[in-house]
């Protein structure tokens, strides 16, 4: 049965969207915490791997799609755990080419929009979130047997602007109910939905090209 594009990009989203919503929930309850990227973030990748490939119906397919998914977010989050240290330094360095010393107020607030309370740091690691979206979508695009390139560019983009979306989005919706843990929820499930959707795009233009060819 072929499915449509947009009913796949639905799918994604919303399998990426719950292990989003899921990897939040753990760090909330974690609360102090001040880095995203760790282990329980796998969850994205183990629902998100059941939306890329629940239409197959294929049980052991559905593992495969998933375990490999894990997998290649913990390779990821070692190396993106690294450099830890590194990618925000570069980060600033790049920023600082383009804006004043002395940051206006308005600025700083929006800097502070792309992390959570009390001290949690989002949109400041976006390049770590790029690295691990990279060998995220490369073992996704392993296990469908589809072109890497085009999943693993889309993957490290994803993650990096759902790691500055996410947070921004998060916290005007969040701060309406007053209760920091919508805060959590609503970051993490949009930026796995934004991940999910990237990779989804991926596989689905790649998978269409190899049946035309």
């Known amino acids: 049965m072929e499915i449509s594009f947009k009913k796949y990009l639905l799918s994604a989203a919303i399998g990426f969207g719950i292990g989003g919503a899921i990897w939040g929930g753990i760090l909330y309850s974690w609360i102090p915490v001040e880095y995203p990227i760790d282990i329980t973030g796998a969850f994205i990748c183990i629902f998100g791997g059941i939306g890329l490939s629940i239409f197959s119906k294929d049980i052991k397919k559905i593992l495969k799609v998933s375990g490999l998914g894990v997998l290649g977010y913990l390779i990821g989050f070692v190396f993106a755990f690294l450099g830890i ?125 190899n049946i035309k060819n």
């Open 85 to 209: 240290y590194h990618l925000p330094i570069w980060w600033m360095r790049v920023f600082s080419l383009f804006i004043p010393a002395q940051l206006p107020e308005n600025i700083i607030n929006f800097i502070d929009f792309l992390g959570l309370n009390p001290a949690l740091p989002i949109g400041t690691y976006w390049l770590n979130f790029s690295l691990v979206g990279i060998f995220i979508g490369l073992f996704f695009a392993i296990s469908l047997k589809t072109k890497i390139w085009p999943v693993i560019w889309r993957g490290g983009i994803g993650f990096g602007l759902g790691s500055l979306i996410g947070p921004v989005l998060g916290n005007l919706i969040g701060n309406l109910f007053g209760l920091l843990v919508i805060n959590y929820l609503l970051t993490f499930s949009l930026i796995g939905a934004i991940f999910g959707i990237f990779l989804a795009w991926g596989i689905y233009k790649s998978q269409k090209a």
